[in-house]
């Protein structure tokens, strides 16, 4: 299970059910410490308990997001190339558009997502999706908390009626995640992109919510 723990109008470090917050996510809510300067979610796993935080990328963050895209399984469920600089992500962030959300245990940066806004007027209501998350936190809860800050902040801060993304189709794992908010498969894109010496699939998804 996962909660939010409120930083602002309850006594520090007092937890509260997901569950009794912001409803629609499929049972999952998502409460905000502050305004964005960061949310803590908590995973409770295998492991035990994980804070989650859930900030907006700054540009310190270009030698974590660095070696996050270096690691092999960060490669291939994205379009990543080997071997990334330090200055070409100094220089992404400098350039990033739209919101970049990072998710950070413990000082280390083990996770991020771009939420980009679509510049034609006639969709103003969408907006892009993109995630990564490092290799050794992959399935602990990671990408339920960046996704579910990004899904709130679309929803309940930027009125967004569609969300859109792209995920190779044999990646069972990011799938499961996109159904559990909410998003449906529109469409499927034979050899989209090339890894490892073969082409590869991937699925259109989205998420839509008429208000």
Not at 111 to 124: A, I, K, Q, T, V
């Amino acid at each position: 299970m996962m909660e939010a723990r409120y930083g602002k109008g309850r006594e520090r470090g007092q937890s509260v059910s997901s569950k009794c917050l912001i409803g629609g996510l499929n049972g999952v809510g998502y409460g905000h410490k502050g305004r964005y300067f960061g949310r803590t979610f908590t995973h409770q796993g295998g492991e035990g308990v994980i804070d989650i935080r859930i900030r907006q990328a700054e540009a310190g963050d270009a030698q974590g997001l660095r070696d996050l895209y270096a690691m092999p399984k960060a490669q291939a469920g994205t379009l990543q190339m080997p071997y990334p600089t330090l200055a070409m992500w100094q220089k992404r962030l400098a350039e990033r558009s739209g919101y970049g959300l990072v998710a950070i245990v413990d000082e280390l940066l083990v996770g991020d997502l771009g939420l980009w806004l679509e510049p034609n007027p006639r969709r103003r209501h969408v907006a892009g999706i993109g995630m990564g998350v490092r290799d050794d936190w992959a399935g602990r809860g990671v990408g339920s908390a960046l996704l579910g800050a990004a899904v709130d902040l679309a929803d309940n801060w930027l009125n967004l009626q569609r969300l859109e993304l792209t995920v190779y189709s044999d990646n069972a794992a990011a799938i499961a995640l996109y159904h559990k908010f909410g998003f449906e498969q529109e469409g499927c894109s034979p050899a989209y992109g090339f890894r490892e010496g073969r082409f590869v699939d991937a699925l259109h998804m989205g998420r839509v919510r008429l208000s």
